[in-house]
């Protein structure tokens, strides 16, 4: 079986307008993919310190994918929370994006987006920090089955920084470039 060796770490996020910050993080991947070694998904802890709108986490991702098809290819998924004085959070960003198909080192740069309201008490709900929209099925997300019909805006993004190493794709006649 081909192997996939995902190594590195979730650094930060970036342009998010809420200052308490923590990151759930989960890798998908299709049927003819199994998890051999390693958490496919995990959670940062909350990042309070902030720099010019930048909330820092740091937190490692190591992962060890084994394959027999390339269908399904893993991707990371990433919904950003926020928190306010009474603990209470909501999420502030979704996003995801493909591990890249080339062995070696890649900075990921995952941009996000959260649930709008038309309803102006909705949105000053939202200017307070008291609370947000969440998806009631996360798997929206990323597949985008039923994504059309939500109204959403832009937020932050999020950086990764990861080390791809691949094993046993030539022998199976897959080039990587």
């Not at 308490?20 to 310190?49: D, M, P």
């Not at 979704?94 to 909705?122: E, M, N």
Request: proline letters at 5%.
């Amino acid at each position: 079986m081909a192997e996939v060796h995902i190594i590195g770490e979730l650094r930060s996020a970036a342009d998010f307008d809420e200052p308490n910050l923590f990151c759930r993080w989960s890798v998908q991947y299709g049927s003819s993919w199994k998890l051999i070694e390693g958490h496919a998904e995990g959670q940062t802890c909350c990042s309070t310190a902030r720099i010019d709108q930048r909330s820092d986490f740091c937190t490692p991702i190591d992962l060890h994918l084994a394959c027999r098809g390339l269908q399904g290819w893993p991707k990371l998924q990433v919904e950003v929370y926020a928190v306010n004085a009474l603990q209470q959070y909501w999420p502030v960003g979704y996003g995801f994006a493909f591990v890249p198909p080339q062995p070696g080192p890649h900075q990921l740069s995952i941009t996000t987006w959260k649930v709008s309201s038309p309803r102006f008490a909705d949105t000053l709900r939202e200017k307070f920090h008291t609370g947000g929209f969440a998806l009631a099925k996360s798997d929206i997300a990323f597949s985008g089955i039923e994504r059309y019909k939500l109204l959403t805006k832009t937020a932050g993004t999020v950086e990764l920084e990861l080390m791809l190493i691949f094993k046993n794709f030539t022998e199976y006649g897959v080039e990587l470039r």
